[in-house]
């Protein structure tokens, strides 16, 4: 295992703490509604709140690679609609 290897678990450690932490903010803000609609509908149907947070993550890294990919702002329309059809998750981006 080479330094590089380390450095990219770190990074990658990183964005999904950053990620799962800018849900929590949406969550407990309301803000999208959609974030707090997705995480109470996951929680009724019996997901376990990690499992909640990393579902809705990878929803948001979608579109956060999307904007970054294609030069555009946020997305939030979309990302509210995936959110809403949580747990099925959007189709990855070719």
Known sequence: MSDHDIDNDDEEAFAESTLTQAIENQIESGEPPAAKA?????????????????????????????????????????????????????PEKD
């Open 38 to 90: 997705a995480f109470n509908k996951l929680t009724l149907v019996g997901y376990e709140r990690e499992d909640i947070l990393n579902l809705m993550a990878h929803v948001l890294a979608i579109e956060i690679d999307a904007m970054l990919e294609d030069d555009r702002a946020f997305n939030t329309e979309w990302y509210e609609t995936a959110l809403r059809a949580l747990p099925e998750l959007p």
